[in-house]
């Protein structure tokens, strides 16, 4: 039975569902570029991954609304596409086998949370590692932005150094993220989206990018529509990228849906209402992404800009995915302003590097959560946030927490403090690091 949507009782209006569900769009609708660029360097098909990542959203976030009666919009995780193209693709893995890991970990998720299960594995992983993942990743998602533009670049002698600055797409690239930051200090809602419009804007008065029109039809789905090679994944080889998917969507959705319930005032007694529900939602959303073609999709956090505009039920997640498809026909317009620039032998994203490093920016944030005065708590975390951007590997560092934690809880004699879940990844990760 769907939950009631009872305005009046939630304390919105049907007019601030709708500003809400906008703002939210608004704030999350970077994602719609910047997911087909990043699966793009795995050879996956632009358009398809538009297509896809427009409709999966959409879906996904239609049936938060349906089955949760929440205002938490979900899209493509950020991170979690930087693991499948970097962590998986670029180490020889074909991409419809990195999506066919991605859909079991979407089917196990699934399981556990119809079997009430998923909530406890939660508790299996100490808060400090918890909030550690999610810095790492923060890290890892900024550096790809100043690669993408051009502020840092490869070294022979000191691996990275500065970029060449001076040149004009470099410069563009820089201001956008000055002007981002600026929006985001002073609050404005939509600031990704104004950023992106603006630097697009520049780049082509500047000769940066070519529009060739701003509507058009929706390209084809048909290249990753189903092309995900499940058989492949089901190779003992490939455990551990099924693994690290079901972690990292594990522990963000959890974040993330209490996060933005407290905000919006939802929570009682501590403790989030049809909280099976949501998961039910968020695991959906994660298997029929993949069958269209794009990687893990999760709850968003951007949706606490609509809940701030008085979201509070599931009419504003209604409008998010009405958004998400109209975007279907603005094509053109993400084509063009995803294109790279070359600028010497770099290529560079003016447009899609300043949401990069501010997403990278929030997500280290969760760093300040970690108890900083315990040994055991806080250098397992710190090797944990350091071997992602040094390792550029999300696999690595939470692999590195993890052989940490026991292993400073085992010399402080803590190891009850260690769940049999914990044990077993770290086991895993052993076998893997030593066997190379």
Request: charged share 10%; hydrophobic share 55%; glycine share 10%.
């Amino acid at each position: 039975m769907w939950p009631r949507i009872d305005l009046r009782r939630r304390g919105t209006t049907l007019s601030r569902e709708v500003v809400a569900g906008a703002t939210t769009f608004a704030t999350m609708s970077y994602i719609v570029a910047v997911q087909p660029t990043v699966l793009s360097e795995a050879g996956m098909d632009f358009g398809a991954v538009l297509v896809a990542t427009c409709v999966g959203s959409a879906i996904a976030t239609l049936l938060m609304a349906v089955l949760a009666n929440y205002p938490i919009a979900l899209a493509p995780a950020m991170g979690h596409n930087f693991y499948f193209v970097f962590g998986l693709c670029a180490a020889g893995i074909p991409w419809a086998v990195a999506l066919g890991a991605n859909f079991l970990a979407g089917v196990l998720f699934l399981l556990l949370t119809l079997v009430g299960i998923r909530e406890r594995i939660v508790d299996a992983l100490p808060s400090s590692l918890q909030h550690a993942i999610g810095a790492g990743i923060g890290l890892l998602v900024a550096f790809v932005g100043l690669q993408w533009g051009g502020i840092v670049q490869p070294h022979p002698s000191t691996l990275v150094t500065l970029g060449p600055v001076r040149e004009g797409p470099v410069l563009l690239a820089l201001a956008g993220i000055a002007f981002l930051f600026g929006l985001q200090a002073l609050r404005v809602r939509g600031a990704v989206l104004w950023t992106m419009a603006t630097v697009a804007s520049a780049g082509t008065l500047l000769g940066y990018f070519r529009f060739e029109g701003f509507l058009a039809p929706p390209p084809s789905l048909r290249p990753t529509f189903l092309a995900l090679d499940v058989r492949g994944a089901l190779d003992p080889r490939f455990l551990e990228p099924v693994f690290v998917f079901f972690l990292l969507a594990l522990f963000d959705t959890v974040g993330t849906l209490v996060g933005v319930a407290s905000r919006a005032g939802l929570l009682v007694d501590g403790r989030l209402p049809r909280a099976r529900r949501a998961l039910l939602a968020d695991s959906l959303g994660i298997v029929q992404g993949t069958l269209l073609g794009t990687s893990t999709i999760t709850c968003y956090v951007e949706s606490a800009a609509g809940v701030a505009e008085g979201g509070r039920t599931g009419v504003a997640n209604v409008v998010t995915a009405l958004l998400f498809f109209s975007a279907l026909f603005l094509y053109p317009v993400v084509q063009a302003v995803s294109r790279p620039v070359p600028v010497g032998g770099l290529s560079v994203y003016p447009v899609l590097a300043p949401p990069l490093v501010l997403v990278g920016a929030y997500m280290l944030a969760s760093a300040a959560r970690i108890d900083w005065n315990d040994a055991v708590e806080a250098l397992p975390a710190f090797a944990c946030v350091v071997t992602m951007p040094f390792t550029f590997s999300i696999a690595d560092g939470i692999g590195a927490g993890i052989l940490a934690r026991v292993i400073l809880s085992a010399l402080t004699r803590r190891t009850r403090e260690l769940h049999p879940f914990l044990l077993l990844a770290a086991a895993l990760f052993l076998v893997r690091f030593l066997s190379g």
